[in-house]
C-alpha cells in the first residue's frame, strides 16, 4: 500500500501548491486593489487614524469652522462644524460612509494628510511611530460677511422661504461670503453610528431641499438685473447713458399682440429717457425696445463676455480648476426663429431677465463684480491659503486669475456711474452703505404679469472707496412676495458693510 | 549448574534495560532513543509556546500600547495542558513522532492567541486591559483546548495499540453514520446554524457538531472494511479503456457512501463536509486497493454530482438553491458585495490588505470580517501576518500531513496503514476545503479550520485523531528489538 500512501502525498502536496499559489494571487498581487477597494471599511478607520486638518475662514486668529476631536472609538476622530447651518454648504461634510462634499471633498487630500504636499510628515511618521495630523485649509470666507449673509436670509423680513447670497471680491474673485437657504447643520451627518444615515435621509426628504446649494446649482430668472447685462451690450453698440430711449407705458414687440407694461404706472410713463434713467428707474419697455433694437448677437456676445454659457466653470481652488464645486450654467434661452433671425417677441421678454433666462447667483455677482473691475473678470475661488499640520508652513497661496475680458473700462466705469444712480436715486437706495459709493440694481419677478417669472426679490450690486472696488454682491430671495427686491437690497448692504467690517474699514 | 561462559552479573544487569521488560518504560527509565525523541519533542514544544507569547505580546503592545502581565496566563496554560501531554507521550507513547505535539500546539496556540485578540477588539478601549483569562471566545478555546488536550491523552493512556479500534469497526460505522444523519432528520431549530445543518443545539448555549466526531468513526470502519475487501476489489475487475473497472456489485459500498454525502449536500446544505467525506473513503479505497479507476470513479461521481446539484439549483431549486448560490457567489462575489457576496468579499478584502507581511498581530481590523471567529478564521489572521505568516501556516498544516502520511508508510499492519493515511489526507481535505473557501479559490463552504476556529467539537475531534496519529505513529517506530508492536 505503500505506493499509493506516496501518491497521496503527491496530490496534497499539489493541493497545498494551489493554496499557496492562491494565496499568492490574492494577497500579492491583488492586495491593492482590495486594501483600496470601495468596499473596505478599513480604509475608512485608516483615515480616522490621523487627525483631519482644520478648515478656517480668511480672519486671522478666528475659531476654525471644521475640526477632528479625539475619541475613544475605533475611529479615533469625530469631526465636528462650529459654524453649523451657515457654512454648510461651502464647507459640506466628511461622511464615514460615502463622499465627502464641499471643501471636505475638495481639499481631501491636504486634510486628510495623503497629499503628497506633506509627504515629509508621513515620512517622520514612519520612523516616530505617531499619526501627524492632516493640513489645514484656510478659505477666502470673510467671517463676518458669511454669518451676515446666513442669519439675514434665515431671517428674511418678507418670509421668503429660500435664497442665497454670494460676495465676491471683485479685484482677486475671492469668494467672500457663500449661503444658500434653507440650509442644514452637518454635525449629525458625521456621527460614526447608523444616525448619521438617518440624518442624511431626513434631509433628503426634507422640504425645500436644504442639501441643495442654490448660490452654485439653482438657477432663477434674473429679471430686472439682467437690464445691466442689456445696457453693457447697448454700451458696446456705441451707445452711451445719456443715449435718448423710447420708453412708455406699454410696448408691444413686432409679431406679438402680448404688451409689456412697467412695475408701476408711474415708473416711466414718459415716451423718451436716457439709458441711465431708463436703468434707474427700471423701465421694463425702455429695455424691451432697445433689447430688440440690438438683437440677438449682440445680447448673446455680451452675456458670454460676462460668463453666461460657461458650463465648465468650477469653484475651489485655482491650482486645479477642474476640481471644486460644479457650478450650474447660466443661459439666455432661445432669441431666434426656427429660420435663424431674431424672434422678437422673445427678445423683448428675454431682455427684461424673464422668458427663459436663467443665471446663478454667483453668476450675477460675478457680473456686478466684473463691472466694478473695469470689467476684468476674475475668476472665483474659495481656498486662500493651504498650510501644514503646524499651521505654518506654507504649502499653497492663491494667485488670483482673470478669467475674462468682459467689456472695456470705459463701459465699465459708464455702467458703474448708472448703476450708482440705481442705489442714490432710484430702487436700490437700501443697499447705501456710509462713506462708500454703493451702485447696484435690483430685480423683481412679478415685474411683469409672466406667470413663470415666480416672485424673486434680486439685489445685484457693488461697493467702492476711493475708486477701489471693496466687494460684490447678489442675493436672490425666492418666493419672496412683496418688497423682495428691497429686502435683497438692504441684505446686500449688510453683507458688504460685514466685508467692509473684516478688511478693517478699508 | 552454572557454567563460566554464561554473561557475567555485571553484563547482565548493564543489559537489563535493553531487554524486552523494558518495553514498560516509566518517566526515569526511558529507552536512550525513545528518550532522544522526547527531548526533542519537548524543545519543540517550549519553541512553540514561545512563539505564541510573542504573538500575545505584539497582540497586546498593538492594541493596548503596552504589554501588561496578562499575556503571560494563556501561555501558561496551554503550556502547562501541552507538557501534560508530553508526559503522557512519555509514558505510553515513547517513540511516537516529535514533530507532531509541537506543531499542533503550535497552532492550537495561535488560534487562542488570534481569538483572544478578537475579543480584546470587541472590548471598549477602556476595558481591555482587564479581559479576563477565560472570557470570550479566547478563553473559551483555552477551556476546550484543556478538555480537547486531556481526550487526547485519555485516548493514549487507554487505547494501547490502534488495532484494537478495528475490533469496534461496525460499531463505530453505524455510529458515524447515524451522527452524519441526525443533523439532517432533526427540526431546524435544532440542527441549524447560518444556513448549515450541522449541529446538535442543547439549549442556546451548547452545541456540537457531530460530523467532526462521525469523520473518525466513519475513517476507522473504512480502515477496517477495506482491509478485509481489498483483495476481492482490487482482484475482480473488468479492464475498459486500458483501466480496470471493479465488478458491478462490489460497488455496493462506494455507492452508499456517495449517496450519503449526497444527502449531506442536499439536506444539510454543506458541500464541504459531503466533499471530505467522499474524498476520505475514495482516497482509503484506492490506497487499500491500489487501482487508480477508484480515483477516476470517485472523481466523476463527486464531480457529476455537484454539477448535476447546480443545474438543479436553476432548474428545480428548493434543497438545491443554497448550493447554486454558493456556486454564483464564487464566480462573482463582487456582484452583491453587500448581500450574498458580503462574507467572501470581506474575508478576500482582509487578505489583500494584509498583503505580503500583514498588519502585525492586533494592528488589522480583522473584525470587519463577518464569521472570523469560525470560518473566516485564516482570513482574519491573514490580515495580521501576511502573505509569510499564513504560507507559515499552511507550512504548519503541511507537516502534520505528511508526519501522518509517514507513520502511515512506515507502520507495519493494513490497518494502521489505511488509518493513519486516511486521518492525514482527511485533515489535508479539510485544510484545503476552509481554506480554499474562505481565499476563494473553491465554492465557499462551511468548515472549520482545525485547530484554529473557535469551536470544541471540532478541537476535540482534531486532538482525538492527533492522538490516533501518535498511537499508530509510535508503533511505526518502536524499534523491534524493544518488543514493540509485531507485524
Redesign the interface.
Known amino acids: 500500500m505503500n505506493a499509493p500512501l506516496r501518491r497521496v502525498g503527491v496530490v496534497v502536496m499539489v493541493l497545498f501548491g494551489l493554496l499557496f499559489a492562491n494565496l499568492n494571487w490574492v494577497q500579492a498581487y491583488k492586495g491593492n486593489d482590495y486594501r483600496t477597494s470601495p468596499y473596505n471599511g478599513r480604509v475608512q478607520i485608516d483615515e480616522y487614524d490621523r487627525q483631519r486638518g482644520y478648515i478656517m475662514v480668511s480672519n486671522p486668529g478666528s475659531k476654525p469652522i471644521a475640526l477632528s476631536t479625539a475619541t475613544k472609538n475605533n475611529l479615533k476622530y469625530l469631526r465636528s462644524y462650529p459654524g453649523g447651518a451657515a457654512y454648510a454648504h461651502v464647507i459640506g461634510y466628511k461622511p464615514v460612509n460615502g463622499t465627502a462634499t464641499g471643501v471636505e471633498q475638495l481639499e481631501n487630500d491636504i486634510l486628510s494628510g495623503t497629499s503628497d504636499k506633506l509627504f515629509a510628515d508621513r515620512l517622520r511618521d514612519i520612523f516616530t511611530g505617531s499619526h501627524t495630523a492632516g493640513g489645514n485649509v484656510t478659505l477666502t470666507l470673510s467671517k463676518t460677511a458669511q454669518d451676515t449673509a446666513y442669519e439675514q436670509l434665515v431671517k428674511n423680513k418678507i418670509g421668503a422661504k429660500s435664497g442665497a447670497v454670494v460676495a465676491l471680491d471683485p479685484n482677486t474673485g475671492a469668494i467672500l461670503a457663500l449661503a444658500s437657504f434653507p440650509s442644514f447643520d452637518p454635525n449629525p451627518l458625521v456621527a460614526h453610528d447608523a444616525k448619521a444615515s438617518d440624518a442624511y435621509k431626513r434631509l433628503e426628504g426634507q422640504a425645500g431641499n436644504p442639501l441643495l446649494n442654490r448660490a452654485l446649482q439653482e438657477t432663477y430668472p434674473p429679471a430686472s438685473t439682467f437690464k445691466v447685462l442689456v445696457s453693457a451690450a447697448a454700451l458696446s453698440a456705441n451707445r452711451n447713458p445719456d443715449t435718448p430711449l423710447l420708453a412708455g407705458p406699454g410696448y408691444q414687440a413686432p409679431g406679438t399682440t402680448h404688451i409689456i407694461r412697467n412695475a408701476t404706472s408711474s415708473t416711466c410713463p414718459q415716451e423718451q429717457m436716457t439709458l441711465k434713467e431708463a436703468l434707474t428707474v427700471s423701465c421694463n419697455t425702455a429695455f424691451a425696445r432697445l433689447g430688440v433694437e440690438l438683437g440677438s448677437q449682440r445680447l448673446n456676445d455680451t452675456a458670454r463676455a460676462f460668463g453666461f454659457y460657461d458650463d465648465s466653470l468650477r469653484v475651489g481652488n485655482l491650482s486645479a480648476t477642474d476640481r471644486g464645486m460644479r457650478v450650474e450654467e447660466s443661459v439666455l434661452g432661445p432669441l431666434t426663429t426656427s429660420s435663424g433671425g431674431d424672434d422678437k417677441p422673445n427678445i423683448a421678454i428675454s431682455s427684461i431677465g424673464l422668458n427663459e433666462v436663467r443665471v446663478t447667483p454667483l453668476q450675477n455677482a460675478m457680473v456686478a463684480a466684473a463691472i466694478a473691475n473695469d470689467c476684468s473678470q476674475m475668476r472665483p475661488y474659495l481656498v486662500e491659503r493651504l498650510v501644514g499640520p503646524d499651521l505654518t508652513t506654507g504649502l499653497y497661496a492663491a494667485a488670483p486669475k482673470e478669467l475674462r475680458r468682459s467689456c472695456t473700462a470705459s463701459e465699465a466705469a459708464q455702467l458703474r456711474e448708472m448703476m450708482v444712480s440705481v442705489v442714490e436715486n432710484g430702487t436700490g437706495k437700501k443697499a447705501q452703505i456710509n462713506g462708500y459709493v454703493v451702485g447696484g440694481k435690483t430685480g423683481t419677478g412679478t415685474a411683469d404679469e409672466e406667470a413663470n417669472a415666480g416672485s424673486d426679490g434680486w439685489f445685484i450690486g457693488f461697493a467702492m472707496k476711493d475708486g477701489r472696488a471693496v466687494a460684490a454682491v447678489a442675493v436672490i430671495l425666492d418666493d419672496a412676495g412683496k418688497g423682495g427686491s428691497g429686502e435683497a437690497a438692504r441684505i446686500a448692504g449688510l453683507v458688504m458693510k460685514g466685508v467692509i467690517e473684516d478688511k478693517g474699514g478699508k | 549448574m552454572t557454567t563460566p561462559h554464561t554473561a557475567p552479573p555485571a553484563a547482565a544487569a548493564a543489559a537489563v534495560p535493553e531487554t524486552p521488560a523494558a518495553a514498560k518504560p516509566s518517566l526515569l527509565r526511558l529507552d536512550p532513543a525513545a528518550r532522544r525523541v522526547r527531548r526533542t519533542e519537548l524543545w519543540l514544544l517550549l519553541l512553540a509556546m514561545a512563539m505564541v507569547a510573542g504573538y500575545l505580546a505584539a497582540v497586546e503592545a498593538n492594541m493596548l500600547d503596552t504589554v501588561t502581565m496578562d499575556f503571560w496566563y494563556p501561555v501558561g496554560v496551554l503550556t502547562a495542558v501541552f507538557l501534560a501531554l508530553h508526559v503522557v507521550i512519555r509514558l505510553r507513547a515513547p517513540f511516537a513522532d516529535p514533530v507532531l505535539v509541537p506543531t499542533v500546539a503550535l497552532l492550537n496556540g495561535l488560534g487562542v492567541a488570534f481569538l483572544r485578540r478578537l475579543d480584546l477588539g470587541r472590548a ?3 476595558d481591555r486591559p482587564e479581559l479576563a483569562i477565560f472570557a470570550g471566545d479566547g478563553g473559551k478555546q483555552l477551556l476546550w483546548t484543556l478538555i480537547a488536550v486531556t481526550g487526547a491523552m485519555a485516548l493514549l493512556w487507554f487505547v494501547r495499540d490502534h488495532r484494537e479500534v478495528s475490533k469496534y469497526a461496525w460499531t463505530l460505522g453505524l455510529a458515524g453514520i447515524v451522527l452524519v444523519l441526525l443533523p439532517a432528520v432533526l427540526p431546524s431549530s435544532v440542527s441549524e446554524v447560518n444556513g448549515a445543518k450541522l449541529w446538535i443545539r442543547f439549549g442556546s448555549f451548547f452545541a456540537i457538531q457531530p460530523g467532526e466526531f462521525a469523520k473518525l468513526m466513519l475513517l476507522a470502519f473504512f480502515a477496517y472494511y477495506l482491509v478485509r475487501k481489498r483483495e476481492v476489489l482490487a482482484l475482480a475487475s473488468r479492464r475498459f479503456l486500458g483501466i480496470d473497472f471493479p465488478r458491478g456489485r462490489d460497488l455496493g459500498p462506494v455507492i452508499v457512501v456517495w449517496a450519503m454525502s449526497l444527502l449531506v449536500l442536499i439536506f444539510e446544505k454543506d458541500l464541504g463536509t459531503s466533499l471530505l467525506y467522499f474524498g476520505m473513503f475514495v ?1 482509503t479505497l ?3 486497493t ?1 487501482r487508480v479507476s477508484w480515483l477516476i470513479i470517485g472523481l466523476v461521481l463527486f464531480f457529476g454530482g455537484a454539477v448535476l446539484a447546480y443545474l438543479l439549483a436553476g432548474a428545480v431549486g428548493g434543497p438545491f438553491t443554497n448550493f447554486g448560490q454558493r456556486v454564483e457567489i464564487w464566480l462573482d462575489p ?1 456582484a452583491e ?2 448581500d450574498r457576496g458580503y462574507q467572501l ?2 474575508s ?2 482582509g ?6 507581511f500583514g498588519t502585525g498581530p492586533g494592528a ?2 480583522p473584525l ?1 470580517v463577518p464569521e472570523v471567529r469560525n470560518d473566516f478564521i485564516f482570513a482574519g489572521m ?1 490580515e495580521e501576518i ?2 509569510f505568516g ?2 507559515a501556516m ?1 507550512a504548519l ?2 507537516l502534520v ?2 508526519r501522518g ?1 509517514r507513520a ?2 512506515a507502520v507495519r499492519d ?1 490497518f494502521g ?2 488509518l493513519a ?1 486516511g486521518l ?2 482527511t485533515l ?2 479539510q ?2 476545503v476552509i ?2 473557501g474562505v ?3 473553491i465554492p465557499l463552504t462551511g468548515q472549520t479550520t482545525p485547530f484554529l476556529s473557535a469551536g470544541g467539537s471540532s478541537l476535540v475531534a482534531n486532538w482525538l485523531l492527533i492522538a490516533l496519529l501518535l498511537r499508530i505513529s509510535d508503533a511505526a517506530r518502536t524499534p523491534a528489538s524493544t518488543g514493540g508492536v509485531r507485524r
Open positions: 471598549k478601549i477602556d482516497v484506492y490506497v487499500a491500489e463582487f458585495p453587500y468579499v470581506q478576500m478584502l487578505l489583500g490588505t494584509g498583503g505580503m488589522g481590523n470587519l491573514g501576511g502573505l499564513l504560507t499552511l498544516y503541511l500531513v505528511s502520511l502511515a508508510l493494513s496503514k489505511l493515511g492525514a489526507f489535508a481535505l485544510v484545503f481554506i480554499g481565499s476563494k479559490l
